[in-house]
Structure formats: C-alpha cells, structure tokens
C-alpha cells in the first residue's frame, strides 16, 4: 500500500517561493547580464547592485532550479546561464519572451493574492479595484507600453502560431484576417509559411501603427496589412480564415457569443473560424494552465473565463457553424476550429 505524503501539497502550496525568485531574477535582468559569459557571486552581485545577503543563496536557488549552471563550488565558482535562459531569458536573444514575466511580476502576481476576495465576490482584483483604468484602457492609451505589452505576449503566442501554421491545413483558401492581431504575428508567421495567402491584422488604431511597423520590417508589406477595427461596433473584415488568437477568453458569454456570430456572418461558405486558447478539456479534469487562465480572467476582468472545446462547438453551432474540432498546438494550448 502506498504510503501518504504531504509532498505535493507542500510542493504547491509553496509554489509561489520558486515562481518569486524566477521573477525577481527576470527583474533584475540577471540572465541578460550574464549574458554568454560567466561570473563568481560576488561579480554578479555587484553587476545587479545586489546586498551581500542575496549572494550565494539567491543565485544557488536558480542552480537548485535549473536555471543557472555553476562551475565549480565555493566563493570562486562561476554561475552562467543555461541553454534554456540563454535562449528565452537573455534580452540579446532574438527568442526573448521575458517580458511576459516582467508584466507576470509587475501586475499579475500582486493581484493574485487577492484571488480568495475574487472567489467570494465575483470582482476583478485589476487595477480598477482601486479606481485606477483597465489593463486595456491603460494599454492602449499609452502607445510605448502597447508595445512592451505586445511583444511580450507575441514571445509567448509565437510557438502557438507556428504550430498553427504547420498543423492547419491553409492551402484551400486564400484570405486571412486575424481579429485583435496586435503586433501582427500571427499574420506574419502563417504568411511566411503559406505564400499563397493574403493575411490581414485587424486592431484598434494603436496597435495597429505598431502592427504595420512590424510587418513593413519583415519585409512582408506587399502579403500582410494592418487594418483598424473595433470588433465591437464594427462587423468584421470579410476573409476564408477568421483567427482570434487569445481574444474571446477576455470576455463574458454575450460577448463571446457576440464575436463567434460577427466571424459567422464575415466567412463564405467552407470558411473557418479559428480560435488559438489554453482550451480546457472537455472534462475539466486536466488542463490545469488552462483552468488557472480561466481564475486568471476573474482577476482581470470579472465575468470573462476560459473555455473547452466542447463549449466553443456549442457556441458555434448556436450560430449555423456546420462542424468544429480542436487541434493541439503546443504545451497547454489548442487550436479551436468551426467551419462554416
């Protein structure tokens, strides 16, 4: 008979020790000043203006965790990055998606101490809880953070993207519009591996600025284009592929079901709606990334939720969709797919 631990509950009730010191190190830009090279403790104190205190414990910690190396031991060993944070976390790298965890740090993980008032109350626990604007009306409004906000989120959704477009079977239609594309990457990752499509980034004005800078870099301008929509005054630009990458799990249920019938009404007959989500399984029992987004969604915005794939088959059959299915893109993410 198996014998009974604490293990685990300890491992996650704790959780938040290693997730803090992965933070703090991003924060600090510990990976991008170690950069391909390798200093003593007491060189990378001094690099990261560090108290005598946090050397060697804090930089040991990242050793126990896998995200540093260390040669040698004792006062004279070197710490230097792994291939893992050299990749993602140095800021030199072109792989970089470290600014996902700078926001991570800056916002989202104060707000989630505040997870059991937003079970008990249904509220967002953002920065309006204390009258301050939305994370979007912030964002938005303030053209230098847009940007950081969405590079960071494209370091995170490129994968989902790329996987998108090797597992998608583009080659029967000839249009695409991604709907809330942000900087555009999506548009210009299925562009570059489907030459034969016309790819369309629709967003608000301030994104899409940024967008059409990002596409005219990659050399892409005469395929990708970026165009300003408001998705909720204005019906949705007519294409074969409709994509919402990230986009319906920020809303309630009337405004989900809202966006499914606006991409209805804007495909032809055999076009497809494609939702890129960490899709929950259909018996909850699994995806646990994708339940914590759904917890994450209360914290931000109240009402909204994550979703399965079986709740987005019924929103869209609701609506005339004929069929959906769900196609795994990478880690904890799927691609949810209704053809019209």
Known sequence: METLTPARIMEVGMAFWPAKVLLSAVELELFSKLGDGAMTGAELQKALNLHQRANPDF???????????????????????????????????????????????????????????ALQTGKSQNETKHGGEGVFEELYSKPERLEQFM????????????????????????????????????????????????????????????????????????????????????????ADVITMGMILHDWNLENKKMLVKKAYDALPEGGAFIVIEALIDDARRENAFGLMMSLNMLIEFGEAFDYSGADFDGWCKEVGFKRTEVIHLAGPSSAGVAYK
């Open 59 to 117: 930089f040991d910690t990242l050793v126990a965790l896998k995200f540093l190396e260390r040669d040698g031991d004792g006062p004279d060993s070197r710490y230097r990055n792994t291939a893992e944070t050299a990749l993602f976390l140095d800021k030199k790298s072109t792989a970089f998606m470290g600014g996902f965890l700078e926001m991570a740090n800056a916002r989202i993980y104060p707000f989630w101490g505040d997870l059991t008032e």
């Open 151 to 238: 590079d960071a989120m494209a370091g995170i959704s490129a994968g989902n993207f790329m996987a998108l477009a090797e597992k998608f079977d583009f080659s029967r239609y000839r249009t695409l519009c991604d709907v809330g594309g942000a900087a555009g990457t999506l548009s210009m990752i299925v562009a570059g591996k489907h030459p034969h499509l016309k790819v369309t980034s629709a967003d608000l004005p301030p994104a899409t600025v940024i967008a059409a800078k990002k596409i005219e870099a990659a050399g892409l301008s005469d395929r990708v284009s970026a165009i300003n929509v408001d998705f909720f005054k204005d019906d949705l630009p007519k």
